[in-house]
């Protein structure tokens, strides 16, 4: 005979309440790895002149693509739909948000305590000048300025985003959304209209190579916001978002302010001070 006091203790320790999200087994964040690796090593050979590099390249990029749609669909469905995004999970997310701007900041960090060491003290193979001979810097104060005035427009509109999320204008989310993607994509294109006519290359010296290197991750993140930015604007059109479940929108907008500030370093250091 069942014991009813036992299948009902069963039955509420199986249906208990907690704030934590236990994800299901998912594949799709294995996969990604892996199309990611397959896509920087297509990058390494077609940097290299291999034979159908570009192709691989592409194959590998839209592979990668596939796989992080599949993913973010996941969790879009687990947050939005399935409201497994209880309050304490979101603190846990803006807490993973934090960590890895943290170790954003350490990335950029690196290279440019390699600039301040390369510029600082000039190795004999450089001519112990710096920039090294043959070096023409790009005046800080044409494109670079430029795109200065975008990114720092582009900073205002989205705290106005943040300011009306939390308002609940829907409207003014909507257009200032739209207003940083903008700004997001002009500076991209400035930036590969400057790469163009640059009077130096990435293997000019230790100086073209830092200066790409730096500048040319610092477009990627611009790269990556834009589209997560995106994402958000998508979501937000389709009533993703309230006034106090839009942890999605406040890590991209924290996102943003992070690029923001780093291309100020790029402004003082390599443009304005290394390029002296």
Known sequence: MVNLKKLKNLNKAQNEQHPFH?????????????????LVLSFILYFHYYKNGGFHFMVSFSIFLFFLYKWFKDIIIEATFE??????????????????????????????????HCSLSPAISIGCVWPPIGIEPLDPWGLPLLNTVILLSSGVTITWTHRAILSGHRHQVTISLLA??????????????????????INDSIYG?????????????????????????IRHINYHFTTTQHVGLECGIWYWHFVDVVWLFLLLIIYIWGGN
């Open 83 to 116: 409201g497994h995004h209880s309050f304490k999970v979101q603190k846990g997310i803006k807490f993973g948000m934090m960590l890895f701007i943290a170790s954003e900041v350490m990335f950029f960090f690196s290279f440019f305590w390699g600039f301040f």
């Open 22 to 38: 236990l994800v299901d087994p998912s594949p799709w964040p294995i996969m990604t790895a892996m199309s990611l690796l397959s």
């Open 209 to 233: 190579t830092l200066f790409f290197v730096l500048t040319g991750f610092h477009g990627l993140h611009i790269i990556v916001g834009s589209i997560i930015l995106a994402v958000c604007l």
């Open 180 to 201: 940083t993607l903008g700004y997001g994509i002009f500076f991209s294109l400035i930036q590969f209209y400057e790469y163009n006519v640059a009077p130096f290359c």
